[in-house]
């Protein structure tokens, strides 16, 4: 019998060298480009350029960028990938006049610290100070200013207390539109109602009411007033019912 010929699967399947070559071929370059990938990672990492260069605050209004800076504790020249967002949060929370923070990277070398503040719903004059209340209804007393604010209400004759947090919680009832109208309020307590007050209004009005229902009874102003004389200023008392007194005394008109 004479010996058969051994034929390889390679030779009675070209096409299968050539697969195997690409695939070889693939995994080289896969390889390659992965060791490059490593050696610029390392080359970045030991670079300026994996270096905090910039410090970008977003979201406040009030807060100056350096104060944002100094509590966030981050310096120039840190090492981008060793801060630690979470940490830079909370010391920025902790200020009294941050509501929240979040921190990001945004390649190759800022720090990105999105702030959103509590809103100011009055200023307590103190002297010639004015001290910032916020919705939380704490005293941003490190806030204070002797400018006069204008952008929000001015409350005058309150201590800390029920009274001046009431008075807080009573502004942040009120609709948008009736609250950017108040300019001052002033505690003007009586005998039978310690929450008695005097609000002066942007528009020239004076409201006479009581805290217990303030908010409730403000919601109502805009209507009031469109019955009003813009000329002729005056009390509007909204203690019990709803009447206008002009402050000429030519008497009472029921509302």
Known sequence: MGKSKVVSIEDRIPKLKQQRRKKANRRLIFLLLLFFLLIICIIYFQSPLSRVKTIEVKGNRLIQD????????IKNDDNIWKVNKKNVEKKINAFSEVKDSEVSISLPNTIVIQVNEHKRLAYLAKGTSYIPIGESGKMLKESSTEEMPSDAPIIVGFKEGKVLNKMVAELGKLPKEVY???SEIHSTPKKADAF??????????????????????MEHYPSIISQLDPKKKGIIDLEVGSYFKAYEGEGEKEK
């Open 196 to 217: 008695h007050i005097n609000a002066f209004m942007n528009d020239g009005f004076e409201v006479s009411a009581s805290l217990d229902t303030f908010s409730e009874k």
């Open 180 to 182: 950017n109208t108040i």
């Open 66 to 73: 350096e104060e944002i800076e100094r509590l966030s504790g």
